[in-house]
């Protein structure tokens, strides 16, 4: 639902104009919207990532089929993420790498090839090895697409002082 407010919202406001400025009192907003907006923005963002894969796994029931549960899951992070991708305009390939990574991860543990369990937590630990640098790449693409350059309004005060001069 949440998504669907900020989707309409970015639609009528072309304009970017920041969403966390209605959130906030204007007297709160003239003095301390330029650090406000910085720190939802930069807040936001990784809480929305990390929380598409977690609101599927909990609403998955704990008895179901292994199939069905892991399959329901990474469906509901794709939306979640594709969603969070549209509101959040961020870089499309950058926020679905951390999709895949988790799906080959899935892969590699639920492999049957695997002759005992040493092998097989051998696999898992080259697999983590082999992903932390995409993971890396995906947190430092979607912190530089995120960059906040709002630059402070002017207080009364200074417009003032602009106008005299």
Known sequence: MLCVIVSMWRHRHEDDTPLCKFWVPKSLWAEYGFYIQGFIEKLL??????????????????????????????????VLLSATVHVLRLP??????????????????????YRNGLIRALAIVGYTAFASPFLWWTVTQVTKSKTVRVEKEPSRSQSLIMKIC
């Open 45 to 78: 963002t990784p809480l929305c990532i990390v929380g598409s894969f977690i609101l599927p796994m909990t609403m998955v029931p704990i008895t179901s089929h292994p199939l069905v549960g892991w399959t329901l899951s990474m469906f509901g992070a794709l």
């Open 92 to 113: 499309f390939t950058a926020t679905f790498t951390p999709w895949l990574l988790s799906l080959g991860c899935l892969v590699v543990m639920a492999s049957p090839y």
